[in-house]
Nanobody, 114 residues
Framework: QVDLVESGGGLVQPGGSLSLSCQVS????????MGWYRQVPGQQRERVAH???????YYVPSVKGRFFVSRDNTQRTVSLQMNNLKPEDTAAYYC????????WGPGTQVNVSS
C-alpha cells in the first residue's frame, strides 16, 4: 500500500514563504516523476509543479520563479519551496506521481492572507 503524507502548510502573509514536504511510503520513488498539486474547494485539482526522474523540473506559469520542487529518493520525500506567496496560492496542496495513480494523501492547507 502506497501512502502519501504532506506536511508544512500553514498561514502566511503575502510575500512570505513556506516549505512543504511529502513523505512517500510503500514504494520507491526513483522511477516516478513526482508532482505537487493544489485544490481550492469547488475547483479541480491542478498540478503546479513536477520533478522528473532525471531531476528536471516543470512549473505552471503562475508559480514559476516562486516555487521550487525537489526530491530525495533515498528519503522518499518530495519538497516544494514556496516563496513570495500570494493570496491566490491559498489551497490544499497534495503530492502524487504525475499519473496520479496512487491514493491521494490528506494534503496540507496553505492560507495566504494578511
Amino acid at each position: 500500500q502506497v501512502d502519501l503524507v504532506e506536511s508544512g502548510g500553514g498561514l502566511v502573509q503575502p510575500g512570505g514563504s513556506l516549505s512543504l514536504s511529502c513523505q512517500v511510503s510503500g514504494t520507491i520513488i526513483d522511477i516516478f516523476a513526482m508532482g505537487w498539486y493544489r485544490q481550492v474547494p469547488g475547483q479541480q485539482r491542478e498540478r503546479v509543479a513536477h520533478i522528473a526522474t532525471d531531476f528536471a523540473t516543470y512549473y505552471v506559469p503562475s508559480v514559476k520563479g516562486r516555487f521550487f520542487v525537489s526530491r530525495d529518493n533515498t528519503q522518499r520525500t518530495v519538497s516544494l519551496q514556496m516563496n513570495n506567496l500570494k493570496p491566490e496560492d491559498t489551497a490544499a496542496y497534495y503530492c502524487n506521481v504525475i499519473s496520479e495513480k496512487f491514493p491521494w494523501g490528506p494534503g496540507t492547507q496553505v492560507n495566504v492572507s494578511s
